[in-house]
């Protein structure tokens, strides 16, 4: 299917604006900083929780999946697997799909990685320190083995 050519257009002018908007932030040092202190944060969650995942799988279904997802139907029997004693709430609320907060780190990680989503970008913003203090209880718990 065809488009016309002000359907061009208009469409070459949404990709530029969306271009100028990542642009702007991309320019931003604090905030692309913040980011990827976050995003680079959570990598070490989730690699870290990957380790602990592809075990509990290769165990419990005598294989290993092709791909290791990140929820929370797995997280909390995974760690007791491996015999963490860690609240159900905090990992939820980094690998959950819904948290009372806000968004979960997941989603947010999500949200940045992929479109550098404004909403996101502001709530990591005003919950970095609460975002990065359940970071940090994980791999903690995670050092403390």
């Known amino acids: 299917?065809?488009?016309?050519?002000?359907?061009?257009?208009?469409?070459?002018?949404?990709?530029?604006?969306?271009?100028?908007?990542?642009?702007m932030i991309m320019n931003n040092r604090q905030i692309m900083e913040l980011l990827d202190r976050f995003?680079?944060?959570?990598?070490?969650?989730?690699?870290?929780?990957?380790?602990v995942l592809a075990e509990h799988q290769v165990k419990?279904?005598?294989?290993?999946?092709?791909q290791l997802k990140l929820d929370m139907t797995q997280a909390p029997f995974a760690m007791a697997f491996?015999?963490?004693?860690?609240?159900?709430?905090?990992?939820?609320?980094?690998?959950?799909?819904?948290?009372?907060r806000g968004r979960t780190a997941k989603k947010l990680r999500d949200a940045v990685t992929h479109n550098l989503e404004q909403k996101a970008i502001d709530e990591i913003v005003s919950?970095?320190?609460?975002?990065?203090?359940?970071?940090?209880?994980?791999?903690?718990?995670?050092?403390?083995?």
Do not use: H, W
Not at 39 to 51: A, G, H, I, W
Not at 60 to 66: I, W
Not at 82 to 100: E, V
């Open 82 to 100: 491996a015999g963490y004693i860690i609240d159900r709430d905090l990992l939820n609320r980094l690998f959950g799909a819904k948290c009372d």
């Open 60 to 66: 419990t279904k005598g294989r290993l999946p092709s």
């Open 39 to 51: 995003k680079n944060k959570f990598n070490l969650c989730e690699s870290t929780y990957k380790v």
């Open 127 to 145: 919950r970095q320190s609460e975002l990065f203090a359940d970071m940090d209880e994980f791999l903690e718990m995670i050092r403390a083995a």
């Open 1 to 23: 299917m065809k488009i016309s050519v002000d359907e061009q257009i208009a469409l070459r002018g949404r990709a530029k604006s969306e271009l100028d908007r990542l642009e």
